[in-house]
């Protein structure tokens, strides 16, 4: 079956402009994550949405950084007025409702590389 | 904050030979996961061993874990050029830490 697809694969923007990225979860998925992974810090959790529950967005580093999963499926990570420090992949995972003692496979897309310019 | 740390950062080896990465973590855990990464792109998921469980094997993947020690490691045996990529442990249910990795390089 189809895993998580990301759009774009690539993104190249300009310091100050807005970029959305797009997540499509695995059919069934009913947790959904954003990571982003950059030289200086690693791999960082961003944000979860868990159903209809409101989203833990414990990892956004600022308010320039939103997210939105629409009827329960796709997601879009905006980044408004980017900055260079912006630059890194932005990986999307998903996973099925929460089994006994948190054992859910995260399953994680191919990721889009930002770089701002 | 990284919660693991991976050692060791880099390790190259010859096709054939076995690989063992080791991870620490700082906090009590439920379960820790191991994934691999090519070419700095998606991640794959490899196993999850749990923390009641000691020592998990999955093809030729075999992962320890040793809650007193806060430690897990990775061993590759037989390793395979298709082996080379990056290796991450993960702890969390949801919001997954990740260690920095273990960049494996299997020599031809």
């Known amino acids: 079956g189809a895993g998580v697809s990301q759009s774009p694969s690539n993104k190249v923007t300009e310091k100050g402009k807005d970029v959305e990225l797009r997540c499509d979860p695995i059919?069934?998925?009913?947790?959904l994550y954003w990571y982003r992974q950059s030289l200086g810090q690693g791999l960082e959790f961003l944000i979860y949405?868990?159903?209809?529950?409101?989203?833990?967005k414990s990892g956004l580093p600022s308010d320039r950084f939103s997210a939105e999963r629409t009827g329960g499926s796709v997601s879009t990570l905006t980044i408004q007025r980017t900055q260079q420090e912006d630059s890194a992949v932005y990986l999307c995972?998903?996973?099925?409702?929460?089994?006994?003692?948190?054992?859910?496979?995260?399953?994680f897309g191919p990721g889009t590389r930002l770089l701002v310019l | 904050s990284q919660q693991g740390e991976e050692d060791p950062q880099a390790l190259s080896i010859q096709e054939g030979e076995n690989a063992t990465m080791n991870c620490s973590y700082k906090?009590?855990?439920?379960?820790l996961q191991w994934y691999r990464q090519n070419s700095g792109r998606g991640l794959v998921h490899l196993i999850l061993?749990?923390?009641?469980?000691r020592e998990k094997h999955s093809g030729r993947l075999r992962v320890t874990l040793d809650t007193s020690k806060k430690s897990s490691s990775l061993l590759i045996t037989a390793s395979r050029a298709a082996d080379t990529a990056s290796y991450f442990c993960?702890?969390?249910?949801?919001?997954?830490?990740f260690g920095q990795g273990t960049r494996l390089t299997i020599n031809p």
């Open positions: 995972a998903s996973s099925l409702a929460r089994l006994a003692g948190g054992r859910e496979t995260q399953y």
């Open positions: 059919s069934g998925h009913t947790a």
């Open positions: 949405f868990q159903g209809n529950s409101a989203p833990d």
């Open positions: 906090t009590s855990i439920n379960n």
């Open positions: 061993i749990r923390s009641n469980e």
């Open positions: 993960a702890t969390g249910a949801q919001k997954l830490v």
